[in-house]
């Protein structure tokens, strides 16, 4: 089969994709979802685990009351319907991962079906995505390929298991399919599993962190040529963990199916997984129907029961969603539409809502994050909140600029050093020697000196060109690092030449 891919404007001349998403959101319940053992990230190997977890003969499960109750509330996020009698059943398949040689999920009975979520993209297009499903299940362990190439199992001498993973409740949101986005797929799907990942963080179920695997998306693709109703086969990119990646992915399937179908071959429906240091994806295994499965009800579990009062307490507790919050945050901080668009497609607003909230006005914590902070992420090729810069750096050099003890060219410079973890903006002001220079004496003599110096722009000055005053301040501010006042530079630059302001 062919390996080449086809440009992304060629594949959109002929082809229409088809998208879906199924989504996993690790809960951040205390305990396991059918066990005792702690449901904790990054302890050592092996040490979270329960007889249950290891799937032990004899061994009964136990539903976790917490997850079922966060489980409910996404539902409720996505508009779903909550089922009023929801089983468990088993999904049968053998991988070192799973212990017990089957999963504990939901099939034909899920706890949440039929919502929507709007998903708006960057220019303010909004797409509406139909949420077949939300069911609650487990999740495997954790395997660690050793010799291979860059941790993949291909060419790897072993793998180690961790069973603490084994067991932590998960919700899955599966999409109905997606069709209609064109060439914006690959935006799409970013906004979408961001959006997930917005809820679930607002509603507090789960630590929402996707390089840890608190979230993480299957990203199926299928194209059908243009004009055509009838849907391709699809292939699955499994547990694609970060937004840019999801993006990256479902561009490259898109490429990767169009090549394949150009060359007269067939798209193979199959399991894909995601490389993002070559940005490409390579086969796993073929893809599974639920037949292949072997889906049966879970003997040892009974019916999860809701009832419309449990139901709408629940609902009761949703905080502010997402969505309603942004509307409610353009308007409080007299952004415009495509300001605030600017700031979610920065992944700024929870920096800005935080600088806001620590005391800094929405200009000022927008300037600076959208601003120096952002050039420093960039240039770092870091997210903006792993710069170094927090909310209370904003607040603080802010103060100090109102203060008028540095200006703004030197709080930049401040900033530099704040995220190069030299301390806190007024500890580095002290410690460098950075405040502005506002003494009357030393500002005198460096005026002096530069108007000694550009004898023409003082008599401009003196003629009554006053806004050439600024070549002098400019002088002044070179001689003094940038740290002189140079409003009070000015005035005295006036009242030495005997001009009025």
């Not at 077949?132 to 993949?152: F, I, P, V, Y």
């Not at 291909?154 to 999409?175: C, K, M, W």
């Not at 970013?190 to 990203?219: F, H, P, Q, T, W």
């Not at 055509?228 to 990767?256: D, M, P, W």
Request: proline share 5%; hydrophobic share 40%.
């Amino acid at each position: 089969m062919s390996d080449e891919i086809l440009s992304f404007e060629e594949a959109m001349e002929k082809y229409d994709p088809v998208l879906g998403f199924e989504v996993h959101v690790e809960l951040n319940t205390a305990t396991k979802m059918f066990d005792s053992a702690p449901n904790e990230f990054g302890d050592t190997p092996n040490t979270n685990i329960t007889p249950v977890s290891l799937g032990l003969p004899g061994v009964l499960p136990v539903v976790n009351g917490k997850a079922v109750e966060s489980s409910i509330k996404l539902g409720l996020a996505l508009g779903c319907e909550i089922a009023p009698v929801s089983h468990f059943a088993r999904k049968n398949y053998f991988y070192p991962d799973t212990p017990k040689n089957f999963q504990t999920s939901q099939y034909d009975e899920p706890i949440a079906a039929n919502g929507s979520i709007d998903i708006e993209l960057e220019d303010g297009t909004v797409f509406t995505i139909d949420i077949e499903r939300a069911h609650m299940e487990e999740d495997a362990g954790k395997l660690t390929h050793m010799g291979g190439s860059a941790g993949r199992i291909q060419g790897a001498e072993f793998s180690l298991v961790d069973y603490n993973r084994a067991g932590v409740p998960l919700v899955e949101i599966v999409t109905r399919p997606i069709v209609g986005a064109g060439d914006r797929a690959p935006e799409l799907a970013r906004a979408y599993v961001a959006a997930i990942r917005d809820i679930v963080k607002a509603l507090g179920i789960s630590d929402a962190r996707m390089e840890r695997g608190n979230v993480r998306c299957d990203a199926n693709v299928s194209l059908m040529p243009k004009g055509s109703t009838e849907f391709g086969t699809r292939t699955e990119t499994k547990n694609v963990n970060s937004l840019r990646s999801v993006e990256r992915a479902v561009r490259y399937e898109i490429q990767r199916h169009a090549a394949v179908l150009e060359a007269g071959e067939k798209i193979v429906q199959e399991t894909r997984m995601w490389h993002e240091d070559t940005r490409e994806t390579t086969a796993g295994r073929p893809k599974s129907d639920a037949d292949d499965y072997r889906y049966f009800p879970e003997p040892d579990l009974v019916p999860v029961v809701t009832d419309s009062e449990w139901i709408e307490r629940l609902r009761g507790e949703l905080p502010e969603m997402p969505a309603e919050r942004n509307k409610r945050l353009k308007t409080e901080w007299g952004f415009s539409d495509e300001e605030f668009r600017d700031v979610i497609n920065a992944g700024a607003l929870e920096p800005i809502e935080a600088t806001v909230a620590a005391g800094a006005p929405a200009s000022v914590a927008r300037k600076w994050w959208m601003g120096e902070i952002a050039r420093i992420a960039k240039e770092r090729e870091v997210e903006l909140t792993e710069t170094g810069a927090t909310a209370e750096t904003v607040v603080e050099l802010n103060k100090l600029v109102e203060a008028k003890k540095i200006n703004d060219k030197i709080a930049r410079q401040v900033l530099g050093f704040v995220v190069d973890g030299e301390g806190k903006p007024a500890d580095i002001v002290e410690k460098r020697g950075l405040a502005v220079v506002s003494d009357d004496g030393a500002l005198s003599s460096a005026v002096d000196e530069a108007l000694a110096a550009m004898p023409d722009v003082a008599d401009k000055i003196r003629a009554g060109k006053v806004q050439a005053a600024g070549a002098v301040v400019g002088q002044v501010m070179k001689a003094t690092r940038g740290q002189a006042d140079a409003a009070r530079v000015r005035e005295l630059i006036l009242e030495k030449l005997g001009v009025e302001g």
